[in-house]
């Protein structure tokens, strides 16, 4: 079902994802029927790579629109909420947190890391808001939604990447 109002558009779906709908970005695509999967795909109705959050996500960032909204509804359903533009001080704290988090999943799967200066970008912020991001940033890491990349970086060189990525002191751990 889509719902359109005003300010969001409302997608609900039957059933729960078959992953954890915060690693949609990195996971390989799973479903639920493969047969029917193939099927679509052969007729270039679906595309099999999954690559579709991808697109979304980018493509809300294009347009400095909120992070999507994934709710799981008990057993029964999903709701993917789309919002409409908000500028950055009109952004609730869960959506400033949603929007970083979204953003260095985006930039991590893409072998980047995200950072003061590319969330102003992203947020259309200049260089006078550095604080506004700070303050961001340190919700969204007390959130547990991100984390450093390299804990021993200098102040100036510090970069976040996604609660689930590898951090320069663990990529070599074996």
């Known amino acids: ?24 970005l990195d996971f390989p695509p799973r479903s639920r029927n493969t047969e029917l999967a193939d099927l679509l795909g052969k007729f270039k109705i679906v595309e099999s790579r999954g690559t579709g959050i991808d697109k979304v996500v980018a493509s809300l960032e294009e347009h400095e629109l909120p992070a999507l909204e994934i709710l799981t509804k008990g057993t029964d359903a999903t709701q993917v909420t789309i919002h409409s533009k908000k500028l950055f001080k009109d952004m ?6 949603e929007s970083i988090y979204w953003n260095a999943c985006l930039h991590y799967v893409n072998d980047e890391q995200i950072n003061n200066a590319s969330l102003r970008k992203r947020f ?23 984390k450093l990349y390299d804990e021993k970086a200098g102040r100036k060189f510090v970069s976040y990447i996604p609660f689930w990525g590898v951090s320069v002191q663990n990529r070599y751990k074996i």
């Open 124 to 146: 259309n912020l200049t260089s006078n808001d550095s604080s506004l991001i700070s303050k961001a940033i340190s919700n969204a890491m007390e959130a547990n939604l991100i």
């Open 1 to 24: 079902m889509v719902e359109i109002f005003n300010n969001r558009i409302i997608f609900s779906n039957p059933g729960v994802p078959l992953m954890d709908p915060m690693r949609f």
């Open 92 to 97: 609730s704290p869960t959506e400033k947190n």
